[in-house]
Structures are given as structure tokens and as C-alpha cells.
């Protein structure tokens, strides 16, 4: 479903198509429901009505047999003369309505002795006696098969050749006599049944309004059928092999198997029909039943299409509902997504709906009120905090610049100096910082360095630096030796020191002539020595606690006399403890091999050239302390000295 549909458009989507569907089901369901209860009750009725007519037919077809076994014994038991003969033939055929004709036919004593068959049968309400002579009855099929198979038997049906052109049957069944002890056929009574009747009652028998019956003779052949053209003119099989439908021919030889079943059926029309069908038993004949299939579940389909337009004007109804129920939803969020939206531009102004119910349309409603108000409280805050930290900013940058205006920044400081080379760089990891470094000539003779790193960062760290920077810078200028300093420098920081802050500081003064560096060490990180050759070494340690951690504390004086073309190398513990993102820190070893590999350039590149890996080895780390480095250089010759 598309994201960027309304929420109501798809409310009524999903539920309208939920609803189609379940109908459906529901629709499909009862139709094949339906339509099995009626298929199983169509059986039942069909099973009856086959039923019913097969009882009516066997009802006739066996008071026929009986008359005519009847007749059969009566000339077995006695001697009957030629008028006793006519008489009881002549009753025979008066007496039972659904005999046509009757007729004793004896078999001949010799080949040339004369058929004796007399036959009686009616004609336009009159009993006419038909001679001997009249006919051959000793070729027929009716007096053949009985005088074969000794038993009762009923003919094929075929049409009467007495001129009244009727549909009939034959039953006939033999009579003996008993001669020396000898069982002898004596002949074959016979009984003409006009099957008239017959058609009329399977033409009677009437389903829906195109349903039929049709009747089978034991061979197959069309006895009755709505279509006249196909009576005693066709079989179930000459049709199954015109139609070339072999389930047709299944079916011709279960109906003359004597067997019944109820089965779908396409009759020669082409319709889709139910077929019940039954044995005839007494004949051995099939009756069967046609049930149009349209005609059957006309009435399902009508009510499934009642059914589906309930459900349709159901479903609309639902639809209308749905829309109704998502526009009630539907128009307060719009409305609050507009007022959201102004909020969003910055409007806190705007008017939020008005809250009429206490569902959870109304909840979010008196939410973004609520949220509109803490919103206004909030950027209005926030307006001031960004103005006070732009101020702040703006402040910091004026006082890094002141900060960064303390510390020389001119290299080389003494164009007019060879005996000497100095450079040094100050990051600090904030605005201000509170390392610094400081270099000078006390004299003409003797240049004094400091670098020193502050506790702390920021401003506070900046302004304790600033003090100190002062404060050294005067004291060195009286000409006082770095212990010195360093003693006068800590008694005045740690004086109402209420902060507790403390600075790690190492001063040297660098006699220029003669290479004597004069030093103390007040905590501070070790300096390193590059001698010439490439040697690197640590200065020893002198145990100078941090100035101005508290009054009366002495420093040591350290002497170390440089060589021309030796430097020395001053760092704060930001360098050392720089940390890259697997929080590994820069560590004195790889300073001493950084200081090995930048030997052989001057002390500015050595000096960039050290930072650079620092950077290098940081990586994406933040920068967490302030990093200062100053490198000094001793150029003066040995000769030079005094």
C-alpha cells in the first residue's frame, strides 16, 4: 500500500477489502453448501420419483406374467377343445385391460402337420379373433426364445403388423404335457401388451421445466423419449459412438447390467444435467430421469445473487461508515499536523485545535499543547544560552588572542645572536590553555627559558598562567639563578591560594659564551639532550616538587655545560600523553625515537617534525591536554669562550 496515502484512504481500503473478502467466503461457502444439500436431496428425489414409476410399470408387466403363467397351467392341467380354447382366450384378453392380444400357439407333432395358434386381441373396443393361418408364429422371437429357454420371458419392443401400428411387448411362457412319462413342450402362450400406456407415463413424468424421463429396452434401444424420431430408432450405444463419448457407453452397459446410480449427465442437446436411472426388473429394462442442471440451482443462484447484493449494499453501507468514522478521526489531525507544521517553521504562535473529546485524538491534542508551550519556554532559552555562548566564545577567542600575544611568537628572537638557535610552539587543547613558555635575554651573556604547564585548562588555567608567566618573567629580570626563581615564584602563587593550583615549571639560564646551563626543575616533565652524533638523553631528575603547591619550598641548582651543535628539548606532559583512539598514549620512547629521527634538521623543522607524528599517532583522538614544545641550540665555538 502506497506510504504516502491518508490514513483515512487507507482505514476504508483495508476495511472494505477485509469485508469484500470475507463475504466472498462467506458467499462461496453457502453456494457450494447449497448446492451439496441439494445435490443430496435431488438424489433422494430423484431415487423416488425413478422409484415410483419402476413400481407403477412392475405393477402392470407382472399381472401380464401372471395372466399369462395362468393361462399356461390352465392348458396344462386340461384338455381343452378348439371353442373351450377361443373361449378362455377370448376371456383372457376381455378381462385384463392391459393385455392387447392373447394366444395359445402348440408346437407341430410332425413337420408336416398344420400350425394351430389362435389369437385374440382387440381392435376399436372389440375382442377379433385372428386364425391360425394368419400369422407364422413359429418364426417369431416371442415363441423361439420361450420354446429355447423354457421359461417366462418378455420380447424386445417392437411395433404390431396388425395393422393397428402400436408400440407392444410380448410375454410368453411355455406349456407341456406329460406322455409315457415323457415331459413334451405342447406349445407357447402368449400375451401382446401395448406399450401406449407405457409411453404416456414416462412422458407424464415431469421435472422443473425441461426435465424428461426416457426408458431403455434390455438391449439398449430407445423405448420412449421426448424426441419421437429416436424411439426403436436408436440405442444408447449408436449415440455414445456418434458423439464418440465413451463414459456414454460406460453407461449404456450398467443400464442394461440392470444397475441404478445418480451421475452427472450431458443429454443429446448438450445440456449439463443429473441422471438417476433403474432396472425395470420383471423385463430387464431401464427407466431413467433427466434433471436439468440450470434448472436445479436457478434457485441457488438467485438466492447467492440476493445474497450478494445484501452484501454489497452491507459493504457500502460499512464504506460509508468507515468514512465517516475516519474523517472524525481524520480532519482534527490534519488540522494539528498544519499547526505541527507551523510550530516546525517556528511559529509557536499558531493556534492548536480545540480539544472536543477525551479520546486519543484529544490526548494528542493537549500533548502538542503542552509541547508547543515547553517548546516556546524552550527555544526562548535556548535564544539567550546560544547569545551567552557566543559571548563566552567571543570572549575566549579575545582571550586566547590575548594569551597567545604573551607568549613570543618571533622566530628567530635574536636575529643579531649565532651563538644560540630557539624555536617553540604552543596547541592548546582549549580556547586558552595553560601551558607557556617564555624565553629572554637577562643580559648580554645569559638568554633564561621557562616552559611550564598549569593545572587545570581554561580560563582559570589561563589566568594562573598569566600570573605565573609575570611573575617569573620579574623575578629572572633581578637577576636571581632559576632555584632562585623558582622559590620567590612559589612563596607568591601559593599565598591565599584558595583554588590549590600549581604550576610544573623548568628555568634554565644558558651562558652563551661559555655553554653553562644553569637549571632547576620544579616538577616538570625532563628535558632531553641531543648531543652531536645523534645521542639522545634524559636530564637527571632533581625532585623539584610543582610551584605554588605551598610557601618555603627550596629548589635544587643543576649545572650542565653544552657542547657546540647540542640541543636540548623542552616539553609539557600533553606531548607524552597525547592518546590515539585505541587510547594508547604517545609514551617517552616514542618521543626519544621522534627526537633521534628529526636530528639532522634544523630545530624549526625538528620541532614541526615532532608535532607531526604527535598528530600523526593521534589520529581522529580528540586532543585532551595542551601540547607546548621548545627546542634550544648551542652554536657557540669552544674558542669562543671566556
Known sequence: MPADRSIAFRLILVITLSGTLIFSAVLGYNYYRSRLVLQNELQHNAENLAMSSV?????????????????????????????????????????????????????????????????????????VYDPEVSFQYLLQDWYQISRELGKTEWTEPYYGDNGASTLMATCSTPFYEISGGTRRLKGIVASDVSLDWLTEMVASIKVLKTGYAFLLSRNGTIVTHPSKEMIMNETIFSLAEA???????????????GKSDFIPYTDINGRKSWLYYAPIPSVGWTLAVVFPEAELLAQVKKLSLTDAAMGLTGILLLALAVVFIARSITTPLQALAGATAAIARGDFEVELPAVRSNDEVGTLTTAFQVMKSSLKEYISRLTETTAAK???????????????????????????????????????????????????L???????????DVSG????????????????KATARQGFPPDEILARVNNELSRDNDTCMFVTTFCGVLDTETGELVYANGGHNLPLQVKSGNRVSWLPKSGGLMVGAMEGISYRRERLLLEPGDRLFLYTDGVTEAMNVEEEIFSDQRLERCLSAVQGSGIRESVDGIMAYIRSFSGAAPQSDDITLMMIQYNATRDSRR
Open 390 to 440: 557566543e559571548r563566552i566564545e567571543s570572549e575566549l577567542n579575545i582571550a586566547h588572542d590575548i594569551q597567545m600575544g604573551l607568549l613570543p611568537k618571533t622566530f628567530p628572537p635574536f636575529p643579531g645572536r649565532h651563538e644560540f638557535d630557539l624555536f617553540a610552539l604552543m596547541e592548546p587543547a582549549k580556547e586558552v590553555g595553560g601551558d607557556f613558555y617564555d624565553f629572554f
Open 55 to 127: 413400481n407403477r410399470v412392475e405393477t402392470v408387466l407382472t399381472s401380464v406374467t401372471k395372466v399369462t403363467e395362468g393361462v399356461s397351467r390352465s392348458l396344462e392341467s386340461g384338455r381343452y377343445s378348439h371353442e373351450e380354447l377361443l373361449t378362455l382366450l377370448r376371456a383372457t384378453v376381455r378381462d385384463n385391460a392391459e393385455i392387447f392380444g392373447a394366444c395359445a400357439a402348440f408346437e407341430p407333432l410332425s413337420a408336416k402337420a398344420r400350425p394351430y395358434g389362435p389369437y385374440y386381441y382387440k381392435q376399436n373396443g372389440q375382442l
Open 243 to 257: 458423439r464418440n463419448d465413451q463414459g456414454l457407453r460406460t453407461l449404456g452397459r450398467k443400464m442394461i447390467q
Open 457 to 472: 585548562k581554561g580560563v582559570p588555567a589561563a589566568l594562573f598562567m598569566a600570573m605565573s608567566m609575570t611573575l617569573i
Open 442 to 452: 637577562v643580559d648580554d651573556r645569559h638568554l633564561c627559558f621557562v616552559i611550564a
